[in-house]
Every structure is written in C-alpha cells, then in structure tokens.
C-alpha cells in the first residue's frame, strides 16, 4: 500500500470519528447531559478534525511509512 493510499485510509477513519463525535454530542446535548462531558466529546472532536489535516498536508507521513 503506498503512502498516500495509506494517507486517504487514515483519512477516512479520522473524518467518521469525528462524525460520530458530532452525533454524539447532539444526543448529549439532547439529553441535557452534563457540559463538562460535552466539552470532553468537543475536544476530542476539535483534535481529530486537527489530526485530519495534518494528516492530509503528508505532515505525518513518516508515521505511516513500513518499519
């Protein structure tokens, strides 16, 4: 598998963690959870998004190379 099909994959999983976060932020907030949780999910959110584009520049491109 070359780097950026390896790239595009991470990619891929990286952009449904972040909608599953969104997703469950919504039912957080629907269920009137508490905000400190909700800001947790955010968080996490807001990094992964972050890690996406890193990914998607190559900037971590060492880290998907074969030892």
Do not use: P
């Not at 780097?3 to 449904?16: A, H, Y």
């Not at 909608?19 to 469950?24: E, I």
């Not at 992964?48 to 890193?54: L, Q, R, V």
């Amino acid at each position: 598998m070359s780097i950026e099909e390896r790239r595009n994959l991470v990619v891929s999983f990286l952009r449904r963690c972040v909608r599953y976060a969104n997703d469950s932020i919504d039912r957080k907030k629907e269920r009137g959870e508490d905000e400190e949780e909700i800001f947790k999910w955010s968080a996490y959110r807001d990094f992964t998004d972050h890690a996406i584009m890193e990914v998607s520049r190559g900037d971590l491109d060492s880290w998907l190379e074969e030892e």
